[in-house]
């Protein structure tokens, strides 16, 4: 297990009761905890700054599988960077509507642009790229 280090903070009253407001109402245990975590979010935010930073993410696409041939063109699409693509899940979320999620593993900046062109073919309705870093250096 890692050392374990303690330092203190100065701030404005204020501003840490804001902090330990938002901070309960995301069920952190503690502020330590909380700091933790916005430490590594902005580790992380800097790795991804570096486009050949190793990086996982997941592509949530939310499509109607009737449109045109918009299930065979990102089928395809898949296929054509199977490299980068590590699973897909697909969901029939009702008779029309189909949830699909890319997990995508490669440089920052190769997944981010297969990401959204999945998210922009025409016929999607609703995406979102979450990535993080794949660099234990970081986290
Ligand atoms: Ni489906």
């Not at 109607?64 to 590590?86: A, C, G, P, R």
């Not at 509507?97 to 190769?110: A, K, Q, Y």
């Given at each position: ?45 800097d ?13 949530t ?28 899940l ?6 029309h ?15 981010k ?27």
């Open positions: 297990m890692p050392e374990v280090v303690r330092f203190s903070v100065s701030t404005e009253e204020r501003l840490l009761r804001r902090f330990d407001a938002l901070i309960d109402a995301q069920g952190y245990a503690n502020r330590s905890e909380a700091i933790r975590d916005l430490i590594r979010g902005a580790l992380v935010e790795a991804l700054a570096d486009e050949d930073s190793d990086a996982v993410g997941t592509v696409l939310v499509y109607d599988h009737h449109f045109s041939d918009l299930s065979d063109k990102l089928t395809e699409h898949q296929h054509t960077h199977h490299e980068s693509i590590v699973s897909t697909h969901i029939h979320l009702d008779h509507h189909c949830l699909e999620v890319i997990v995508l593993r490669g440089r920052i900046g190769e997944i642009r297969l990401a959204d062109s999945l998210i922009g073919t025409k016929g999607v309705k609703h995406g979102r790229f979450v990535a993080t870093t794949a660099s234990d250096a970081v986290i």
